[in-house]
Nanobody
Framework: QVQLVESGGGLVQAGGSLRLSCAAS????????MGWFRQAPGKEREFIAA???????YYADSVKGRFTISRDHAGCTVYLQMNSLKPEDTAIYYC?????????????????????WGQGTQVTVSS
């Protein structure tokens, strides 16, 4: 049974930090690209960051320099370190997994390309 479980969300003041985790099980997720997306009320799901199986990282311009994606050695837990948070970062954050890009390929940025999804974790940034 495939499971992606996010944790680490919460309420933080602007300028603060949070670290999200995504624990993946049920597949050899070390061979998958892992991505983070977010969705605010009334808005489309938005690409935030992704990491390829080889460790290549990719970011949306809106979070570049503030967020860092990483994965553990086994490749089954993915992290999103979020610093200098802004109220506009408020959203439900989802992790997702994609197998199609290969070991060195750039992960997709479109949410529709990802096969597996977590249930999401709420991040709220107060001003």
């Amino acid at each position: 049974q495939v499971q992606l479980v996010e944790s680490g969300g919460g309420l933080v003041q602007a300028g603060g930090s949070l670290r999200l985790s995504c624990a993946a099980s049920g597949r050899t997720f070390s061979s998958y690209a892992m991505g983070w997306f977010r969705q605010a009320p009334g808005k489309e799901r938005e690409f935030i960051a992704a990491i390829s199986p080889s460790g290549g990282t990719y970011y949306a311009d809106s979070v570049k320099g503030r967020f860092t994606i990483s994965r553990d050695h086994a490749g089954c837990t993915v992290y999103l370190q979020m610093n200098s948070l802004k109220p506009e970062d408020t959203a439900i954050y989802y992790c997702a997994a994609d197998y199609s890009g290969g070991y060195y390929g750039a992960p997709p940025t479109g949410w529709f390309a990802y096969e597996y999804w977590g249930q999401g974790t709420q991040v709220t940034v107060s001003s």
